[in-house]
Nanobody, 124 residues
């Protein structure tokens, strides 16, 4: 069993920054790829980005590329999502998720474990 707990969400003005954290417990954190997803009001859940087990590879959705950065600290069992130049359209509940695939995956159906989510609201 894996437990994931997100934190760091909040209200920020457009152009501002937030850093989300996802703390993991349970089975070995360093064996998993980690992903970030979001769900905006009235929309489907969408892929934001993901990071490989070692942290050496990252992938991002086009909508956040160049603004968001994913990193991880395997010693702390934590993955981060640094969000800069935030826009009102980034408003959503953000979720972290994990899977044990050897490759980075964008499809949420491939992630077995999910956190409860943290709200990010960007005001214009």
């Amino acid at each position: 069993q894996v437990q994931l707990v997100e934190s760091g969400g909040g209200l920020v003005q457009a152009g501002g920054s937030l850093r989300l954290s996802c703390a993991a417990s349970g089975r070995t954190f360093s064996n998993r790829n980690m992903g970030w997803f979001r769900r905006a009001p009235g929309k489907e859940r969408e892929f934001v980005g993901a990071i490989s087990r070692s942290g050496g590879t990252t992938r991002y959705a086009d909508s956040v590329k160049g603004r968001f950065t994913i990193s991880r600290d395997n010693a702390k069992n934590t993955v981060y999502l640094q969000m800069n130049s935030l826009k009102p359209e980034d408003t959503a509940v953000y979720y972290c998720a994990s899977n044990e695939s050897p490759t980075i995956l964008r499809d949420s159906g491939n992630y077995a474990y999910w956190g409860q989510g943290t709200q990010v609201t960007v005001s214009s």
